[in-house]
């Protein structure tokens, strides 16, 4: 079976940091591209990042790049996303999905995705 579990998520001020977690089983992240996704109340779900451990590619939307480092552990199976400089704007629930290929054109479309994880609040106070 298949699963992600998405973490870290938590309440932080205007400008704090926070680092979520994708522990990936069942799939190894080394044949999957992993990917961040993230839904505000009353919001569709938006693209955050990408990255394939396989050609070492990452993707940000741009929204977010600049302020938030995607990164994977093969050994531990987990990818991570450090968020820095965080605005209210980033509050939401951010999922963490999987992909079996690498679409460098089309990172961003969730529909592409077999897998997805439960989702972590972050929460932004300004």
């Known amino acids: 079976e298949v699963q992600l579990q998405a973490s870290g998520g938590g309440l932080v001020q205007d400008g704090g940091s926070l680092t979520l977690s994708c522990a990936v089983f069942?799939?190894?992240?080394?044949?999957?591209?992993i990917g961040w996704f993230r839904q505000a109340p009353g919001v569709e779900r938006e693209p955050v990042s990408c990255?394939?451990?396989?050609?070492?590619?990452?993707y940000y939307a741009d929204s977010v790049n600049g302020r938030f480092i995607i990164s994977a552990d093969n050994a531990k199976n987990t990818v991570y996303l450090q968020m820095n400089d965080l605005k209210p704007e980033d509050t939401a629930v951010y999922y963490c999905?999987?992909?079996?290929?690498?679409?460098?054109?089309?990172?961003?479309?969730?529909?592409?995705?077999?897998?997805w994880g439960q989702g972590t609040l972050v929460t932004v106070s300004s």
């Open positions: 999905a999987a992909d079996p290929l690498v679409r460098p054109g089309q990172w961003y479309e969730a529909k592409l995705y077999d897998y």
């Open positions: 990255i394939s451990t396989t050609d070492d590619s990452e």
């Open positions: 069942g799939i190894t992240i080394d044949d999957y591209a």
